[in-house]
Each structure stands twice: as structure tokens, then as C-alpha cells.
């Protein structure tokens, strides 16, 4: 058997003995709030569709005329030939969205978290970043060039301690939503230690943009932050917004530089034109459709107050994420395959994802959810924590 042979079964045997093996559920049907798999039907609240918009006629509709305009392909990178007029059109619609001079599609947010950071910084600078941060953007500090350090979840005192003993420029990173946890970053205290101590703030908003703040415009626009205080905001399309892709947002200097030297923006082709479409569609309802997140702020309000009324031990949060706190990766694994057994679709999120002894299931509320549906949900979760 080769090194590397014997390296795979390895990874595979191990994943399997610590219940942290991983298999891809294969789904026959839209992104939805019932979707078919293995010829069953099942309610779904692990999907990061928060807006209910993957699957919407009218994104669908866009799509097709997008398909028609444009074809398929782009053809080749952004800098070449594969800029089309609907990325430029998509691009200014993001930069007034988020209140800002300049946007930057990019062909995913894990390409724009690591492809910006690797622009940004270089040897002798310092990044800080939130332990709690998506991997894209640890991966991101990690291979920068720039001296990487973590500070404790979401504590600003720990920031300060840091920024006060670190070298170089320094950025600061976070996720504006944590992926995993729901919770918020305290991005007015962050962003005013940054200030004094001439750092830059980058935000992460995956899990914000299109769900909080006026008119969606995400965790900065709702903490009253502008460009000066948050220099690089980053959001992603392939959540709330329904279609794929991310941006970056900010000065007309940061954009025209990371278009001048991000390598995973130059060396990627870019993505379908008719994407471009029918995320501006989407970004058109998510903006103009306030029922949405009216509907999903109900819905996260009696969900938490279900679960307290059945005491079970849901984590602090105010967003559509609402991680139910199991422990052991063994036991996330029983309660989700519990979950689906009654017809229900609930992750088991386990290490590394989360820190060890930290597995949980992380049930997501979208506005294509109904109240019933989240009662149906809490009647399972109570019934199945009863026979632990
Ligand atoms: C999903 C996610 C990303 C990655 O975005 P993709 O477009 O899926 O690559 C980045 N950051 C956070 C916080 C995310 O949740």
C-alpha cells in the first residue's frame, strides 16, 4: 500500500471511530423548507436559505433570461474577457446596498475571506482574528505572510490587550454573525479600539447581509457603522440572498487595488454572467421585501420561547442560527438521526467545525418556515431530549 493509501484509510478509520465521519445527504428538489431525499419528504432547517429565496420563480425567472442574454459560460477570468456588463451592474447595485463607493463579486466567500486577507497583508503586519471566525477567514490569516493572532470569542478586552502588544499594521477580523453560534460581534466596541489604536476593521457578514439591519443591509448598517469605521465588509450571495458567490465592499482605492492583486480574483474564471442576474434579483427582494425578516424575527422569537417553555438548552442568540448545545459528537449525531427519523433535517455540527465537546445541532429558521412548522419542530426536539 502506498503512503499516501495508508494516510487515506487512516483519516477514514478515525472519522469513523470518533462519530466524526462525514456523509453528503443527495437531495431530489429545490432548496426549501421541505425538501425530498431518498423518496421521503422532509422539513429542513439546516439550510442557510434565511430569506427563503434559493428557489424563488422569480430568481428562477431571472436566471433564464440571464441564460438568454448571456449564455452559460463566462468564458475566462474578470481581467481577461469574462467581465460582463450584469458583474458591473450587480457590483453597483451591492456597493449602494452596503453604503459604499466600490463592490467586488467574487466567485465564493471562501475565495473573497482568503483572497482579500492575502492581498491585504504581508510580513510584519499583524492580523487578529476571533477564535470563533469561519475558517476562510483563519485560513485566510493563516497563510497572509502576516503574524496571526486569536483572540478570545467575541472579548474586548482580550482585543485590547492584543492590538496594544502587536507589531505592524494591524487588521482585525470577525465574522459579524458567528456561523456556528448565532451570536453577534460587538462591532462598536471593536471598531472604536480599532480606531485608537489605527487598526483596520474587516467584517464577515455571511449570515448578516439580508438579515439584519434596515432594508438588510447587515450587522454593520445595523451597529451604525460606515466605511471609515469598517473599512472591508464581505457578505455572501449563496445565503440569504438564494444564488452563489460573494463581494467585497468598500474605498475606491481598496476595490481597484484587490482587483490589481488578489490572486483568487485574477487566476479564476469568473462566474456565470446569469448568476449575476438573478442575484440582482434577489437583491432587489431582500431589500424591498421587509415581510421576510419580519416573518423570521417572529419565528426565532417562538422558537426560543418554545424551548425555554421545554427546557432545552438552546445557545444565546438573536439570529435565524439557533444552535441547540448537545456536548458529545456521539450524541449530536443519535439526536439528529432521531430528527430525521421523524421527518425532520437538523445537522449534527461536531469538531473540527467546533471546538471539541461543544457538537450541537444547529436548527436554521428561514422565512419559508411556518409557525407550525416550528412548533412541529419543538414537539420532536422535547420528545427525543425526554428519552436521552
Ligand atoms: C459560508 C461562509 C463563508 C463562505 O462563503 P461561500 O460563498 O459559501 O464560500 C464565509 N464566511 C462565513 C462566515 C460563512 O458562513
Redesign the pocket.
Known sequence: MSAFDRRLREVLETRRATDLYRQRLTLDSPQGPRVRWQGGDYLNFCS?DYLGLASDPRLVESLRRGARDYGVGSGASHLVCGHSRAHAELEEALAEATGRPRALLMG??????TGVLQALLQAGDTVLEDRLN?A??LDGGLHSGARLRRFAHNDCADLARKLASSQGPVLVAV?GVF?MDGDLAPLVEQAALCRQHDAWLMV?D??GFGVLGERGAGSVAAAGLDSEAVPVLMA????ALGT???FVAGSETLIEALIQVTRKYIYTTAPPPAIAVASLTALRLATEENWRREHLQTLIARFRDGAAARNLPLMPSPTPIQPLLVGEAGRALQLSEGLRARGFLVSAIRPPTVPAKTSRLRITLTAGHTVEQVDQLLDALAELSADA
Open positions: 442557510n465564493s466567500g471562501y475565495a473573497a475571506n469561519h476562510s477567514l465574522d456561523s464577515d455571511a449570515h455572501t450571495l449563496g445565503k452563489a458567490g460573494a
